[in-house]
T-cell receptor, first 117, second 114 residues
Framework: AQKITQTQPGMFVQEKEAVTLDCTYD???????LFWYKQPSSGEMIFLIY??????QNATEGRYSLNFQKARKSANLVISASQLGDSAMYFC??????????????FGTGTQLKVEL | DTAVSQTPKYLVTQMGNDKSIKCEQN?????MYWYKQDSKKFLKIMFS???????INETVPNRFSPKSPDKAHLNLHINSLELGDSAVYFC?????????????FGSGTRLTVV
């Protein structure tokens, strides 16, 4: 079974609009971390935002926020006021405990976001 | 100052050759990783070392051999390269005990086997 599922292979959004990238996860651990990374066309992996399983508030980092719904096991990324430079591949990832996924970061298949004028 | 540096950035080589990719981190992290990103952009972990000890060894052909001389360095040696080895290889580092610690990635090595 997939541990991280990103169901949107590609998304389009107009500049200055908000966009939500979906991510659902599967774990039996009580303690885990959820991450979003951005990979622009230049290829580097850029950390965007983190959400801990025990965090009661949704994480925010500038224009990025994470809509964490624990009961639904979803961790959607919301990008507000999209900019052309946001065009990139976005990966959701999960880090489980040592008894769960073996302390590795497991990635979803990614969502390619294109911001249009 | 580059936090996780990989060399080379590009590697083009013929089938059957042996090649190495080097990785160094200056973040003081205790754990380093190798990931492979295939042509569909899927990222899959290959190996992980914690303080020079191998802790994760996924289903990877034994032509791939990681080596960690110290906790700041993790190299990847690939023997008898095949066309299917063409991919981007990322090195990353982190702290093992902290779930809230993401990974810091190197800029990747694009390996092309011809």
């Amino acid at each position: 079974a997939q541990k991280i599922t990103q169901t949107q292979p590609g998304m389009f959004v107009q500049e200055k609009e908000a966009v939500t990238l979906d991510c659902t996860y599967d774990t039996s651990d009580q303690s885990y971390g959820l991450f979003w990374y951005k990979q622009p066309s230049s290829g580097e992996m850029i950390f965007l935002i983190y959400q801990g399983s025990y965090d009661e508030q949704n994480a925010t980092e500038g224009r990025y926020s994470l809509n964490f719904q624990k009961a639904r096991k979803s961790a959607n990324l919301v990008i507000s006021a999209s900019q052309l430079g946001d065009s990139a591949m976005y990966f959701c990832a999960m880090r489980e405990g040592l008894t769960g996924g073996g302390n590795k970061l497991t990635f979803g298949t990614g969502t390619q976001l294109k911001v249009e004028l | 100052d580059t936090a996780v540096s990989q060399t080379p950035k590009y590697l083009v080589t013929q089938m059957g050759n042996d090649k190495s990719i080097k990785c160094e981190q200056n973040l003081g992290h205790d754990t380093m990783y190798w990931y492979k990103q295939d042509s569909k952009k899927f990222l899959k972990i290959m190996f992980s070392y914690n303080n020079k000890e191998l802790i994760i060894n996924e289903t990877v052909p034994n032509r791939f051999s990681p080596k960690s001389p110290d906790k700041a360095h993790l190299n990847l040696h690939i023997n008898s390269l095949e066309l299917g080895d063409s991919a981007v290889y990322f090195c990353a580092s982190s702290q093992i005990v902290a779930l809230n610690y993401g990974y810091t990635f190197g800029s990747g090595t694009r390996l092309t086997v011809v």
